[in-house]
C-alpha cells in the first residue's frame, strides 16, 4: 500500500510522541520521579531549615539554655543520622520498596514537628531533633536509590544535579521564611514551628499521592533480565571499597560551615551583620551550580567532578585564611563552598550507585552516606580542639595543607573511575 510522504512523517512523528511518553527519561533527559522527589526535598529543606535557623535563638534566648547544650543539640544534628543511613538503605533492598521506606523516613520527621509545638527543655528537644534526623536517615538512601532507577546511567549526574537544586531551594527559603516572620513578629518562634510542620505535611503527601511505587528488582525481572538481590558482600567489593575510603579521607578534613563563617564574622562587618543568612548565599551558589555541574559530570567523569570539588573547598579554606577582609572575600568563600557542596553532594552518590549491583544499591549509597556524616563528626569536633589551641587562622591553615596533600592521593584512588562499569547481580 502506497504510504505518501506527510503520512510517513506524521507517523513518525507519532511514534516519537508515544516513546517520549513511555519513557520520560528519555524524552526529558530528567524523569517526572526525580523531579518529584526534587518537590519533595525542596519542602522537607524549607521546613527542616526553617527551623535550624532559628534553633540558636530559640534554644539560648527562648528557652534560656547555655550555649554548651546547644553545642551538643547541634552535634545530634550533624551526627545522628548516621547510625540507621545503612538500616534504611538494607530495608529499601531487602523489600525492594525504596519509596515506601523514604516515605516512613520523612512521616517520622513530620511527626517530630508536631510535638516541637510543645517542647521546652532540653531533654524533650534532644528528643524531637534525634527523631528527625533518624527520619532523615532512614530515607536518604532510598530516596537516591529512586532517583537512579528513574535515570538513564549517562544522565545520573544531570538527575541527582536537577534534585540537589530543587533540595537547596529549599534550603534557601527555609531561613529566609523564618527570618521574615520574626521581623515580622519579634517571638513568632511558635508560628516558624507551625509552617515548617505544614510544609513538612505536604511533602509527605506528595511522596505518598504522587511519586510512583517503583520496585527496581521486580521491574528487572519482568523486562526478562537477572533478578538482582541485596548481598552484603556486594559492600565489599573493590570499586566500592574505594569509594568510601575517599569519602572518609575528605571527609575528615571538611569542617563544618559554621567554622568558615566564624572566621569571616571576625574579620568583616558583613559578615557579622548577616551572619545567620550566611549559609542562604552558600545555598544560592549550589543552586545556581548543581545542574551545570552534574551535567559536566556526565561529560567528563564523576570522580573527577568530585576531586574538583575538593579542591573548591581548598579554595575557601585559603580565602578564609588569608589576611583580607571585607565583602568580596566574604562573597567569594560562598561561592567556593556552595561549588564544592554542587560538586560533591550528588556526585558522591552516584559513585556509590554505580559502584553497587543493583540489588544492594542503596545500601551502597547509605554505606557512602554514613562515612561522610561520621567523618565529618569528627572533623568539626577536631577543628574545634585545633581552633582553641592554635587560633582561628593557624587551624584553618592547618586544614588547608592537610586537604592539599590529601587530594592528589584521592586522584590517585579514583584512577579508573572514568567510565562506569556494567554491574551485574
Request: charged share 15%; aromatic share 8%.
Amino acid at each position: 500500500m502506497y504510504i505518501s510522504l506527510s503520512d510517513r512523517r506524521e507517523k513518525d512523528t507519532d511514534d516519537q510522541a508515544l516513546r517520549a511518553e513511555r519513557d520520560g527519561v528519555r524524552a526529558t533527559r530528567v524523569s517526572a520521579t526525580v523531579v518529584g522527589l526534587g518537590v519533595v526535598s525542596m519542602l522537607t529543606d524549607i521546613s527542616s531549615e526553617s527551623v535550624a535557623a532559628i534553633l540558636p535563638l530559640y534554644l539560648t534566648g527562648a528557652l534560656g539554655l547555655s550555649t554548651i547544650a546547644f553545642g551538643f543539640v547541634d552535634g545530634l544534628y550533624q551526627g545522628v543520622s548516621a547510625i540507621v543511613r545503612i538500616a534504611g538503605g538494607y530495608a529499601s533492598d531487602r523489600g525492594d520498596r525504596p519509596k515506601w521506606v523514604a516515605f516512613a523516613g520523612y512521616g517520622l520527621s513530620a511527626a517530630a514537628r508536631v510535638f516541637l509545638l510543645f517542647a521546652s527543655g532540653l531533654g524533650a528537644i534532644v528528643g524531637i531533633v534525634t527523631a528527625d534526623r533518624i527520619g532523615k536517615g532512614i530515607r536518604t538512601a532510598p530516596r537516591d536509590a529512586l532517583i537512579t532507577a528513574s535515570s538513564r546511567p549517562e544522565d545520573l549526574g544531570r538527575s541527582f544535579g536537577v534534585h540537589r537544586m530543587l533540595d537547596t531551594v529549599g534550603a534557601a527559603i527555609g531561613p529566609l521564611l523564618a527570618f521574615l516572620i520574626l521581623f515580622l513578629i519579634p517571638d513568632g518562634y511558635h508560628t516558624v514551628f507551625v509552617v515548617s510542620l505544614a510544609c513538612a505535611l505536604v511533602g509527605v503527601a506528595v511522596l505518598g499521592l504522587v511519586i510512583p511505587d517503583k520496585r527496581p528488582r521486580a521491574e528487572r525481572s519482568t523486562s526478562g533480565t537477572a533478578r538482582p538481590r541485596f548481598a552484603w558482600r556486594d559492600l565489599s567489593n573493590p570499586r566500592l571499597r574505594r569509594v568510601l575510603l575517599v569519602a572518609g579521607l575528605l571527609g575528615l578534613l571538611t569542617i563544618g560551615d559554621g567554622f568558615v563563617y566564624l572566621v569571616l564574622q571576625s574579620r568583616s562587618a558583613f559578615a557579622a551583620a548577616w551572619f545567620p543568612l550566611l549559609y542562604v548565599g552558600t545555598n544560592i551558589a549550589f543552586l545556581a551550580l548543581a545542574v551545570p555541574f552534574g551535567r559536566l559530570s556526565d561529560r567528563i567523569g564523576r570522580a573527577r567532578m568530585f576531586v574538583i570539588g575538593h579542591l573548591a573547598l581548598l579554595g575557601t579554606y585559603v580565602a578564609a585564611a588569608l589576611p583580607v577582609a571585607g565583602l568580596p572575600l566574604t562573597v567569594l568563600c560562598l561561592l567556593l563552598l556552595g561549588a564544592f557542596y554542587a560538586a560533591t553532594d550528588g556526585i558522591l552518590a552516584a559513585l556509590a550507585a554505580e559502584s553497587t549491583p543493583e540489588g544492594s544499591r542503596a545500601s551502597g549509597i547509605a554505606a557512602a552516606q554514613t562515612v561522610v556524616a561520621l567523618s565529618r563528626l569528627v572533623a568539626s569536633t577536631g577543628f574545634g580542639v585545633l581552633w582553641f589551641a592554635l587560633g582561628r587562622t593557624p587551624a584553618m591553615i592547618v586544614a588547608a595543607v592537610a586537604l592539599a596533600v590529601v587530594i592528589p592521593l584521592v586522584a590517585v584512588l579514583l584512577r579508573g573511575f572514568r567510565t562506569s562499569p556494567r554491574i551485574t547481580a
